[in-house]
């Protein structure tokens, strides 16, 4: 059964697909290592606990927590609810 909370969305939290962000500690995930000060390209974001789903410039896929990434593009419009 899947969990209500593993759904991705383009936009939460601030964060946008299409948007370039940057680690700003090591990151390690299984089988590889991604560097402290590497851009990424968001593709989604993951829900609780929030993350991003982004991929480098080899089209590797990464999932990094909010408090491992720091926005580049400020302007990337985020759909307002309101």
Do not use: C
């Given at each position: ?32 290592d ?45 759909r307002?609810?309101?």
């Amino acid at each position: 059964m899947a969990n209500k909370y593993d759904g991705r969305s383009e936009e939460h939290g601030g964060f946008a697909a299409g948007a370039t962000v940057e680690t700003t500690i090591n990151h390690h995930e299984v089988n590889r290592d991604l560097a402290a000060q590497t851009q990424l390209t968001i593709v989604s974001v993951a829900h609780y606990p929030t993350r991003v789903i982004a991929t480098d410039e080899n089209g590797i896929e990464w999932t990094l927590p909010l408090h491992s990434v720091t926005k580049l593009d400020p302007d990337v419009i985020v759909r307002d609810y309101g």
